[in-house]
């Protein structure tokens, strides 16, 4: 009899729970719908486009599951306060009051704070030089003088147009505009195609960017990037292969007209340059005259110069059409280190081999180098696998803004000066940081920044 009560009580409980959380992702998207809406100043229409796009990216990612639990917890805290009240009065509220809120909290700021302290422990003394700041109203076109671009990719940029002139102050000439094209399962042949209404929007923003960058001389790089939502471990972009020709010939179709649509934006709003592609390895092998088709259709709509983004492990090396293009473009995220705390002389020599490998290749096509991304976390570590995206073990990682600095100094004083060597689009500057106290690949009030400053205003 017991046991049939308990069941019955969990089943009432569990009741209750998924309807609770049922309401939570139904209120949850409509907060989405009227932020999207009252925003940005869209119609209805085109908010619920928008959100349809996001969708599914949202869903797949197990971290918004999760928040749809906070409200229940809550609920939960509080019925229990409630329970201590009628049945201790004010003293079994506060009793319940520290145990469930005010104990859990103190734990939480504690270990935060103590964990934070651990973070920061490392000691790299750096007086910032701002000497080696561009003050004058526009860029010093530098560029122009050694062929050498100078660029980062750039995001929250158009809630951050103030930024632009930040990238101009050191000394960067160019910045990377990075569109994702959604793509479900790197097997399955559907992207997504932006809606007209999506596309107008980001016609909108880029048209403000480029008035913006304008001003100041600073040039564009258009770079679409493919984005897989489903994480399947061991697959990501450069991994995209389909089961027959019919499935290739529609990802193709689908690719193509995404793309072109980005290269005629980028034509009509004279973005210097266009990124056809971005490290999908498998795509160029298996398919080369699909490529080379796609190049011409590019060319057929874009004027402006033409660069491969290809990976570096051994992508950039085997990419059949490099003479199609004007840059050989590289990936930049070579393994410097096989240990934590490198020295500058260790990473310096780390650079030899693939110097070696670049300049052949550079000859071969007698195109130049240019690094289509390169960047490294202000992680302990980060010389060992620069291309490492993010992990929960890093948010208890200890930063090193000496790591990541000594990773940017061992590039410039080894490649950058090369002959063959076009220029970095360095990754990232995010727009929205107010410290450097991180581990994030950016580079903002990190000392990375002003020895790029430095090093990027020198010829």
Not at 91 to 107: M, T, Y
Not at 132 to 159: W, Y
Not at 305 to 314: E, F, G, M, Q, S
Request: glycine share 6%; net charge neutral.
């Amino acid at each position: 009899m017991a046991l049939q009560i308990q069941k019955e009580a969990l089943k009432k409980r569990s009741k209750k729970f998924l309807i609770f959380y049922g309401i939570t992702f139904l209120v949850s998207w409509f907060v989405l719908y009227a932020l999207i809406y009252f925003g940005n100043d869209r119609t209805l229409g085109q908010a619920w486009n928008i959100v349809t796009e996001i969708g599914g990216n949202i869903l797949t990612h197990p971290i918004y599951w999760g928040i749809l639990l906070v409200p229940y917890l809550l609920f939960l805290i509080l019925k229990g306060l409630v329970t201590n009240y009628k049945k201790r009065g004010v003293k079994g509220l506060l009793i319940g009051f520290g145990w469930k809120i005010a104990l859990p909290l103190l734990l939480f700021f504690g270990f935060k704070q103590g964990l934070q302290q651990y973070r920061l422990s490392e000691s790299f003394d750096y007086t910032w030089d701002t000497s080696v700041e561009n003050t004058s109203p526009t860029i010093r076109n530098l560029g122009a003088l050694d062929n050498k671009q100078r660029g980062i990719h750039t995001f929250n940029i158009t809630s951050n147009l103030e930024d632009i002139e930040k990238l101009k102050t050191h000394n960067f000439e160019w910045i990377t505009l990075t569109p994702f094209i959604w793509q479900r399962q790197y097997n399955l042949p559907e992207l997504g195609v932006p809606s007209e209404e999506r596309f107008q929007e980001t016609r909108k923003r880029y048209t403000k960017i480029k008035e913006t960058c304008n001003q100041y001389g600073i040039h564009i790089m258009l770079k679409p990037h493919i984005w897989l939502r489903e994480n399947i471990p061991g697959k990501w972009r450069s991994n995209i292969e389909m089961s027959d020709s019919e499935s290739w010939n529609l990802w193709f179709d689908n690719y193509e007209t995404t793309m072109l649509l980005y290269a005629e934006l980028a034509e009509e709003l004279g973005f210097e340059q266009f990124c056809i592609g971005t490290e999908l390895e498998s795509t160029v092998r298996e398919k080369p005259e699909k490529w080379l088709s796609f190049i011409a259709k590019v060319k057929a709509v874009y004027t402006g110069k033409l660069t491969y983004a290809a990976n570096w492990n051994v992508e950039y090396q085997e990419v059949p059409f490099w003479s199609e293009l004007d840059y050989i473009g590289i990936q930049a995220y070579f393994p410097l280190s096989d240990h934590d705390s490198p020295s500058l002389d260790q990473l310096e020599k780390a650079w030899q081999p693939y110097l070696l490998e670049m300049q052949q290749l550079s000859e071969q096509f007698n195109k130049p180098i240019l690094f289509t991304e390169m960047g490294y976390r202000s992680l302990k570590g980060t010389a060992r696998t620069p291309w490492e995206w993010g992990s929960v073990s890093h948010w208890f990682s200890k930063i090193s803004k000496r790591e990541q600095y000594l990773c940017y100094e061992s590039f410039f004083n080894t490649v950058w000066d090369q002959h063959w060597f076009g220029g970095i689009h360095i990754w990232e500057w995010q727009g929205s940081m107010t410290h450097g106290d991180n581990t994030s690949f950016s580079i903002e009030y990190k000392p990375t920044m002003n020895l790029v400053a430095k090093r990027f205003g020198s010829q």
